[in-house]
């Protein structure tokens, strides 16, 4: 009896010390969303070194409505357009690559061909590369398109550099679909893309939705693109933006505070609302779909 | 069936447009790097007379492409173990039928949902440690009020280098032996690379806890069972029974977030810059810097490749292992 009481008690202890952990843990987690808020509410006169962990003073918007429309007075750029600029990209962007995405996984899953195996590895290549090692070429052939410098450039290189990453998603995504279900309709004498149409299609939504929120987290998310193909603050993505903005003297900490919380907040709905899917994107990543 | 059917045909003419793309901006780009690299294109106009391996020798003269290479080994070391780390502990507390699982899972991972830059701006203004005039800001203050001032430092501006010192007794002997090299500031630990493994890890840990877990989902729970009944500990049955199985998933891991390491950009970027005597300065930086603001296309070409060369050194092997694998089953 007294063991078993024992045991008890050090089980009750054990488990009070993984609660412990894991509430540290998500302090950490949460500590710079934490000072994202307090500072972005702030407004100007409280924004000071000294007092940067004490709560703001009451609501201030300031702080987001220079973020938002800028201060041309001050030389200070707003990011609306930036984050419309996003929008339209990202969107544009996630359409395109998952329909290609679709098409290619829907061929090296249930259309096999001789050397689509070795094929397939050498595309999967291509979401590994450093993109510094295609960076200088992609900007003279950019030029010389005509598409350098426009948001539709920008749209073309992320659907250009996605093809791996979707291609394996819907490609793992198709591989589970019983090949019985083609084999049927091939039977009653349906072709390739009748049975993409009335075969695959209507079971990939699942498909498209894990691939469409990676697409649009990293195509908004994206960084090194975004600077290499667009130089006029006009066009530029948000990210860039953003650090643009960061990167100024003149702009105060409630402001950079104020812009990194709306850069971040549309993939942050996205993460809330759909996280389920955006862990399988995750993990297909490391290949293991 | 004898040649193309019509479907065979309709096929390949589906996939065509992307392996054409993939054909021309990975592998065509890639090879055209490469050979600008071997080239003397060190201006706005293209020159390309070849010069050999010219621009890697060079490379390996400039300070600051040296102290990128030991940036860059000090990040991969630091945020693999942290990363790894980390990651698995959390995924082994919340396989203990916790309350809240899913909260504190989404709590974790969320991190992996926004952009580097994000991450950047919001942590050089949690890790700017404050001046003389200002006195302490960030978590340097936090540690003051609670009374662990002593753990105040400079972050991501301290410069100091820890290596082995010349004069030092292995030092002198090192040098008569010749190996001299091995006390020089390029063999060493960046203090401010650091607080760059800091955010990185903020950001990434979710991503190796999200691995674990599902491989913990993987492990039939008579195994833990069988272990139990043999008299194992719990801790005796993660060590023995559990770890074992989660290898390969520590291997993708270390390739992933070894590979990322290697292509760290953004977070630089938008958190320290090339920071003091390029203490937290990358490859991938430089390339940039080099190229499209000094416009010494060359060179960032030859910093591309080593980058490339490394990261297809991980990553050639793991994909060949595991599409084959996969081809078996």
Not at chain 1, 176 to 203: F, H, Q
Not at chain 2, 75 to 88: D, E, H, K, Q
Not at chain 2, 116 to 131: C, D, E
Request: proline fraction near 4%; charged fraction near 10%; aromatic fraction near 14%.
């Amino acid at each position: 009896m007294n063991s078993r009481a024992g045991e008890g008690a050090s089980v009750r202890w054990n488990r009070l010390g993984i609660y412990t952990i894991l509430v540290l843990a998500a302090a950490f987690y949460l500590l710079p969303v934490y000072i994202l808020f307090i500072t972005g509410m702030k407004s100007f006169q409280e924004v000071s070194l000294a007092r940067m962990w004490e709560w703001p003073s009451g609501l201030h918007f300031d702080g987001y409505l220079k973020a938002w429309f800028g201060k041309p007075s001050e030389g200070v750029r707003g990011l609306s357009e930036n984050f419309l600029n996003s929008v339209y990209l990202a969107i544009a962007a996630t359409v395109l690559s998952s329909v290609l995405g679709s098409l290619n996984g829907y061929v090296l899953a249930k259309w096999r061909f001789k050397g689509s195996n070795v094929l397939f590895p050498l595309m999967l290549f291509g979401m590994f590369i450093p993109y510094q090692s295609i960076l200088i070429p992609l900007v003279k052939v950019l030029q010389t398109l005509h598409l350098y410098g426009s948001i539709p450039g920008l749209i073309f290189v992320h659907v250009v550099y996605g093809i791996p990453i979707t291609t394996l998603i819907f490609r793992n995504y198709y591989a589970a679909i019983p090949s019985e279900l083609v084999e049927a309709a091939k039977i009653d004498g349906a072709g390739i893309l009748n049975i993409y149409r009335w075969v695959m299609c209507p079971l990939s939504l699942p498909g498209f939705v894990v691939v469409a929120i990676w697409q649009f987290t990293s195509v908004w998310n994206d960084f090194l693109f975004g600077v290499i193909v667009t130089s006029r603050p006009a066009v530029q993505p948000i990210t860039v933006a953003l650090n643009n903005m960061a990167g100024s003297y003149i702009v105060e900490w409630n402001v950079q505070m104020a812009g990194a919380l709306l850069a971040a907040l549309p993939t942050l709905l996205v993460y809330i609302f759909l996280g389920r899917y955006f862990i399988r994107g995750l993990l297909a990543g490391s290949l293991k779909g | 069936m004898r040649g193309l059917t019509q479907d065979r045909v309709v096929s390949l003419l589906l996939i065509a447009p992307s392996v054409i793309a993939v054909a021309v901006f990975v592998y065509g780009f890639i090879a055209f790097t490469a050979f600008s690299s071997l080239t003397r294109w060190d201006s706005l106009t293209p020159d390309f007379t070849l010069v050999g391996l010219r621009n890697y020798q060079k490379l390996f003269t400039i300070d600051r492409f040296l102290s990128d290479l030991r940036n860059t080994v000090t990040f991969t070391l630091l945020f693999l173990v942290a990363c790894i780390g980390v990651g698995l502990l959390l995924a082994i507390l919340l396989d203990q039928r916790i309350k809240a699982e899913g909260l504190f899972r989404s709590i974790f991972l969320f991190p992996m949902a926004i952009s580097f830059i994000v991450t950047g701006v919001v942590w050089r203004w949690l890790l700017n440690p404050g001046t003389l005039q200002t006195g302490s800001s960030g978590v340097n203050l936090l540690f003051e009020k609670v009374g662990l001032g002593f753990l105040r430092w400079g972050w991501f501006t301290d410069p100091t280098v820890w290596h082995m010192r010349p004069e030092s007794g292995l030092g002198m002997f090192l040098g008569q032996i010749g190996l001299g090299g091995l006390t020089s500031s390029y063999v060493g630990l960046s203090l401010a690379v650091v607080s760059v493994v800091l955010a990185a890890t903020w950001q990434m840990s979710g991503y190796t806890m999200a691995l674990y877990l599902a491989g913990l989902l993987g492990i039939p729970e008579e195994l833990r069972e069988a272990a139990r009944v043999d008299g194992a500990t719990e801790f005796q049955m993660y060590f023995h029974v559990i770890l074992p199985l989660l290898r390969p998933i520590t291997l993708s891991a270390i390739i992933v977030l070894a590979h990322i390491s290697l292509k760290i950009f953004d977070l630089v970027v938008s958190m320290t810059g090339p920071g003091p005597a390029f203490a937290t300065d990358v490859p991938a930086f430089f390339m940039w810097d080099t190229t499209f603001r000094g416009n010494n296309f060359s060179q960032g070409a030859a910093i591309a490749t080593i980058l490339l060369v490394g990261v297809a050194t991980l990553i050639v092997p793991y994909l060949v292992h595991t599409t084959r694998a996969e081809a078996s089953e």
